[in-house]
C-alpha cells in the first residue's frame, strides 16, 4: 500500500504563485510515478503533470505548460507542483497520484493510488 498526503492548497490572487506538496509513504519501490490531477466543479478529473521518480522525466498538460512545474525530492519521497502566473480557470480541487512504472501517462485509471485531495482557489 502507498499513501498520499497532500498540502499547500488554498486562496490566492490571480497571478500569484503556490506550491503543492505531496508526501508519498508506504511500499513505494524506486520505479514509480507520480502526478497531479484537477477537478473543477461539474468537470472530470483532468491531467495536470507527472514526473518519473528514476531519471526525473516530466510531462505536462498544454494548459499548465510554462507555468506549471513538477519535481521531486528523494529523501523523503515527496513530489512537489509549483505553479506560477496562476489563471482563474486553475481554480479546482489537485490531487495527487501515484503509480508503479516508469511510463509517463495521461490517464487517471493507470495511477493506482491517490491523496485527499487539496483546494485552490484562484480570484480574479
Known amino acids: 500500500q502507498v499513501q498520499l498526503v497532500e498540502s499547500g492548497g488554498g486562496l490566492v490572487q490571480a497571478g500569484g504563485s503556490l506550491r503543492l506538496s505531496c508526501a508519498a509513504s508506504?511500499?513505494?519501490?524506486?520505479?514509480?510515478?507520480m502526478g497531479w490531477f484537477r477537478q473543477a466543479p461539474g468537470t472530470e478529473r483532468e491531467f495536470v503533470a507527472a514526473?518519473?521518480?528514476?531519471?526525473?522525466?516530466?510531462a505536462y498538460a498544454d494548459s499548465v505548460k510554462g507555468r506549471f512545474f513538477i519535481s521531486g525530492d528523494n529523501a523523503n519521497n515527496t513530489v512537489y507542483l509549483q505553479m506560477n502566473t496562476l489563471k482563474p480557470e486553475d481554480t479546482a480541487v489537485y490531487y495527487c497520484?501515484?503509480?508503479?512504472?516508469?511510463?509517463?501517462?495521461?490517464?487517471?485509471?493507470?495511477?493506482?493510488?491517490w491523496g485527499q485531495g487539496t483546494q485552490l482557489t484562484v480570484s480574479s
Open positions: 497520484a501515484f503509480r508503479f512504472g516508469t511510463v509517463l501517462l495521461y490517464s487517471l485509471r493507470s495511477y493506482n493510488y
Open positions: 508506504g511500499r513505494t519501490s524506486s520505479t514509480f510515478v
Open positions: 514526473i518519473r521518480w528514476s531519471g526525473g522525466s516530466t
